[in-house]
């Protein structure tokens, strides 16, 4: 059996073997394998077709899969509801303490309490939310 034919054999065992596996990796060394089968048709030896064939292989690993882990990141997922409350700045609309008070979150009046429990807020201050528990913010001052 010629050298090509071998290489065209090898190509498509690759190829669907990249159908059922889906990792771009075999479908590249399927390419490689094709391109190699042109170089053993026009009758170059073995060796050089070993060597376009890891040379097509890592050229193809080496530009196809930076491309691939760009479109394989996802970005951050969004925070909602009152997790992207989380970290927001919120104005003291009445005294907090340990035990309550009131704060104005984008817009929106919340039960607060301040985080540290000795602290105590007074009304006109900025805070941070640190977090949210039940339907009350859990603030600190910021400095």
Known sequence: MEDWVIWII???VLGVAEIF?????????????LL?????????????QLLVFTLSSAAG?????????RHIRQPQLKRFGVEALVGKPAYVISEVTGRDGRVRIGGE???ARAYDETLVIPTG???DVI??????ALVYPRE
């Open 10 to 12: 090898l190509a498509v």
């Open 21 to 33: 596996t889906l990792t771009a990796a075999l479908g590249i060394l399927g390419v490689a394998s």
């Open 36 to 48: 190699t089968a042109a170089t053993a048709a026009l009758g170059l030896p073995i060796p050089l």
């Open 61 to 69: 690993l080496f530009t196809v899969r930076p491309i691939a882990m």
């Open 109 to 111: 009046e919340w039960s």
């Open 125 to 127: 201050a900025t805070v």
């Open 131 to 136: 977090e949210i528990e039940g339907a009350t």
